[in-house]
C-alpha cells in the first residue's frame, strides 16, 4: 500500500495513543520540512550549497520518522556533492511527490 513511508515506523516514533498529536507532527513534515525541499530549485539556479545543504539536513531526521529511508539517502547524496546534486534533487522531488500522497492517506486513515 505504501512504498515509501512506514505507518509502523510513524507509530514507533510518535506513538498510537495520541492521534491528535500524531497528525500534527505529519502536518509539520508536510508543511515545514517537504515544503522547504520542494522549493530548493530556486537555490540550485542561484548556487546557495550552504542553504540546501541546511535544508536537506534539517529534512533527514523527518523522513526517517515517517519510515522513508531511500528518501533520506538522496538527501545524504545531496548534501555529499552539492555541486553535481541536481539529477538526485530531481529524484528527491518524485520521491516527495509519492510521499505526500501516501502521509494524506495514511493522515485519512486514522
Not at 54 to 71: E, F
Not at 72 to 96: A, T
Request: with cysteine; charged share 30%.
Amino acid at each position: 500500500m505504501y512504498q515509501l513511508i512506514s505507518p509502523q515506523t510513524i507509530f514507533q516514533y510518535f506513538g498510537d495513543d495520541d492521534k491528535e498529536m500524531l497528525q500534527e507532527m505529519i502536518q509539520i513534515i508536510l508543511d515545514s520540512n517537504l515544503k522547504d525541499l520542494k522549493s530548493m530549485d530556486d537555490l540550485y539556479h542561484e548556487q546557495d550549497w550552504a542553504l540546501i545543504k541546511r535544508r536537506c539536513h534539517k529534512a533527514k531526521p523527518s523522513l526517517s520518522y515517517i519510515g522513508a529511508i531511500q528518501t533520506r539517502k538522496i538527501l545524504e547524496s545531496i548534501e555529499s556533492d552539492l555541486e553535481n546534486s541536481h539529477g538526485n534533487f530531481k529524484s528527491l522531488l518524485h520521491d516527495i511527490e509519492i510521499i505526500e500522497k501516501e502521509l494524506h492517506t495514511f493522515l485519512d486513515s486514522l
